[in-house]
């Protein structure tokens, strides 16, 4: 066991109930730190939670502010993998840098990033691991991409070389990017679900995927006769739901690549679980909606379809959400079914302008790269394109409200709020060291930035892969950026 301290700058997102307890400790802490040995450079500076910030909450009436300590530590136990405390620099360090003052007497390593911002890991609720191999492929809209792109390189991934080479990128990618936690969709091949979490058990990240269940309107190589997708998907449930940090979702592709009868038994499978997952994609192309309309022409809609089967629920994500009306918003609402916007994706294709302050107001929105529609597996590049979806519905994005969705936001979206989103001691500790400064534009516009808010604006808007100094996964580091000879 090794007590890690790391000196930074640190930002989070913090509810209300996180705030009593933060009280609670700071209280304490502080106390303990106001002997007369101490003179008053040696005492704690007052941590900075910003009550006047403004944030659309994910879960509906929980308040939601910034905490961010400019002289801060964030303190590891990498033995457990979890968060030991944080706070101001020399609180921490006279609780826990001498290790004659501890009470465990662990050895404790100091890591110096005293100049880099530290915040918790990325979660991403939306993205296609398969397609990683043709991100980027151009001039279509969504079903053409479908066919032309999408299934053809889907199909190859029952060839378990195939599936374990490119789990092993496409995790390797997330991490360079600062995502530590992503909701993720394999293939219909139950082998592209064993790689991915081969690869996530042997890195220890949490991440949630399924077998994708269609077994209709698809190529011959990628629909499986109902019923057997349906045992895949309980096989997959059985040998991998809360192994370690892997999840199980229940995974049908959407309502064109499923049959009735399909779409009813994933109903019945979800039914039987308090938490297994179900994703799946939901109105993001006019052309799409009326598809859905042709198969299902007794339904009132496209949610229509997944809320008569049984796939709506506190546990369910649905991608896009962009073409809705207001009965089906109050669907959402009433069944505490989630919304993955993907912006670069959703712009990619043409689909359309999500309005996130709208939708917020029914329910909980969390932010996505949906690669390989969407166009960088970067969280910092997904919330620039947000921002001016946003724009153009003169919907401001501010930097605490993106910054805080992709981290405790979509943590409270997936139900893992509890485990990961910020730093309240002992959850888990996946968190991510930022270069304010990392290309030489950035170095640049920082120097003439005046608050932290317009520090935090030129990341979202600026930032990418290349801002993330390291990135920390249950306390262990698993990625570090290469330094340049």
Not at 207 to 232: F, H, K, S, W, Y
Not at 403 to 416: F, K
Request: glycine content about 6%; hydrophobic content about 40%.
């Amino acid at each position: 066991m090794t007590i890690h301290i790391y000196q930074a700058q640190l930002l989070h997102y913090l509810t209300e109930e996180n705030l009593a307890t933060r009280a609670k400790r700071a209280h304490l802490e502080t106390d303990a730190l106001t002997d007369a040995h101490l003179t008053n450079a040696e005492r704690p500076s007052i941590t900075v939670v910003d009550k006047n910030v403004t944030l659309l909450p994910v879960v509906a009436g929980v308040k939601v502010y910034p905490e961010y300590i400019a002289n801060g530590a964030l303190v590891v136990d990498d033995a457990t993998g979890r968060v030991v405390g944080y706070g101001d620099c020399t609180s921490i360090m006279s609780q826990y840098g001498n290790a004659s003052s501890q009470e465990a007497k662990a050895p404790v390593q100091i890591h110096d990033y005293k100049d880099k911002l530290i915040m918790p890991g990325f979660i991403d609720t939306h993205v296609h691991y398969p397609q990683i191999d043709m991100i980027a492929a151009f001039g279509e809209q969504l079903l053409d991409w479908l066919n032309n792109y999408t299934f053809v390189t889907e199909a190859n991934f029952g060839d378990a070389k195939i599936a374990d080479d490119t789990a092993k990128f496409f995790l390797k990618q997330l991490l360079a990017n600062g995502t530590t936690s992503a909701l993720v969709f394999s293939t219909s091949h139950p082998q592209s679900v064993e790689s991915f979490f081969n690869e996530s058990c042997r890195l220890n990240t949490r991440m949630i995927t399924g077998n994708v269940l269609m077994d209709q309107n698809a190529p011959e190589r990628l629909c499986v006769p109902t019923e057997q997708g349906i045992r895949d998907t309980q096989n997959i449930i059985d040998k991998w739901h809360e192994r370690g940090r892997q999840h199980v979702a229940i995974t049908p592709r959407f309502a064109i690549t499923s049959s009735p009868k399909q779409l009813q038994m994933t109903g019945e499978l979800y039914r039987s679980y308090d938490s297994v997952y179900l994703q799946t994609h939901l109105a993001e192309n006019l052309d799409e909606i009326a598809f859905v309309r042709e198969l299902y022409p007794n339904h009132k809609g496209y949610l229509d379809v997944y809320h008569d089967m049984g796939l709506l629920g506190r546990h369910t994500t649905l991608a896009h959400g962009i073409h809705l009306s207001t009965s089906e918003y109050e669907v959402l609402r009433d069944t505490g079914t989630q919304i993955a916007h993907c912006p670069t994706s959703n712009l990619f294709l043409g689909s359309g302008l999500f309005d996130l302050s709208k939708t917020l107001s029914y329910t909980g929105v969390s932010i996505a790269t949906d690669v390989g529609a969407g166009t960088s597996l970067s969280m910092l590049t997904t919330l620039s394109e947000a921002y001016k979806v946003q724009q153009l519905q003169s919907n401001p994005l501010s930097a605490h409200q993106g910054l805080y969705q992709i981290t405790l936001g979509n943590a409270q979206s997936l139900l893992l709020d509890n485990k990961i989103g910020n730093f309240m001691p002992n959850k888990e500790a996946d968190f991510v060291v930022i270069d304010m400064g990392g290309t030489d534009l950035m170095e640049r516009r920082m120097t003439q930035t005046k608050s932290l808010d317009e520090q935090l604006f030129v990341l979202m808007m600026l930032g990418d892969d290349r801002v993330i100094e390291e990135t920390i996964i249950a306390g262990v580091s698993r990625y570090k950026k290469a330094v340049a000879a």
